[in-house]
T-cell receptor, first 114, second 110 residues
Framework: IAGITQAPTSQILAAGRRMTLRCTQD?????MYWYRQDLGLGLRLIHY???????GKGEVPDGYSVSRANTDDFPLTLASAVPSQTSVYFC?????????????FGPGTRLTVL | GQSLEQPSEVTAVEGAIVQINCTYQ??????LSWYQQHDGGAPTFLSY????GLEETGRFSSFLSRSDSYGYLLLQELQMKDSASYFC???????????FGRGTSLIVHP
């Protein structure tokens, strides 16, 4: 079934460790996004990519980095994790970045930083 | 910047009709979207309004008034499976990336 996969499903991480969350889509969508979701705060954009080879910063980019080497993959890296990065992380994609484009979300990664 | 306001929680009984409101402030505006998210699940797209008026998709309808910076999601013939969080999202001018509201938890009682 076409869609977006994320790995791992959940992770407990010690503060200070480096962690990469993986996201892969097989819909050949041009645009991809990373959001974090915290209770009561909704979905906040971390980073995005309009097309392979380009990335941009969202609302809460500090402490995170991304790369977009190809169309399908959009990994999110926490260089040195801190407890405030405990959250549920959702990857999403859209066909393009037109106003009518719908976002499709992956199943999420639940990350706990101790 | 952008800001969206929606109620944090709404409760209703099975078979009823419920309306979830969303007001927004944004510099420029492309459209208003609605997403549904069940506990522990991924958000899924419900509807998108770019123009004023009502869009109907089965039991769900979405309304937009650009002049009032206001929209709502209307759910009819409520079912237990409609218990979920509902997010409105705006696409501000100059960016096609949506900004999400904090979500409304809908609880449907038997």
């Amino acid at each position: 079934i076409a869609g977006i996969t994320q790995a791992p499903t959940s992770q407990i991480l010690a503060a200070g460790r480096r962690m990469t969350l993986r996201c892969t889509q097989d819909m050949r969508h041009n645009a991809m996004y990373w959001y974090r979701q915290d209770l009561g705060l909704g979905l906040r954009l971390i980073h995005y990519s309009n097309t392979a080879g380009t990335t941009g910063k969202g609302e809460v980019p500090d402490g995170y980095s991304v790369s977009r080497a190809n169309t399908d993959d959009f990994p999110l890296t926490l260089a040195s994790a801190v407890p405030s990065q405990t959250s549920v992380y959702f990857c999403a994609s859209s066909e393009g970045h037109r106003d009518t484009d719908t976002q499709y979300f992956g199943p999420g990664t639940r990350l706990t930083v101790l | 910047g952008q800001s969206l306001e929606q109620p944090s929680e709404v409760t209703a009984v099975e078979g009823a009709i419920v309306q979830i409101n969303c007001t927004y402030q944004t510099s420029g505006f492309y459209g208003l979207s609605w997403y549904q998210q069940h506990d522990g699940g991924a958000p899924t797209f419900l509807s998108y309004n770019a123009l004023d008026g009502l869009e109907e998709t089965g039991r769900f309808s979405s309304f937009l008034s650009r002049s009032d910076s206001y929209g709502y999601l209307l759910l009819q013939e409520l079912q237990m499976k409609d218990s979920a969080s509902y997010f409105c999202a705006v696409k501000p001018g100059g960016s096609y990336i949506p900004t999400f509201g904090r979500g409304t938890s809908l609880i449907v009682h038997p």
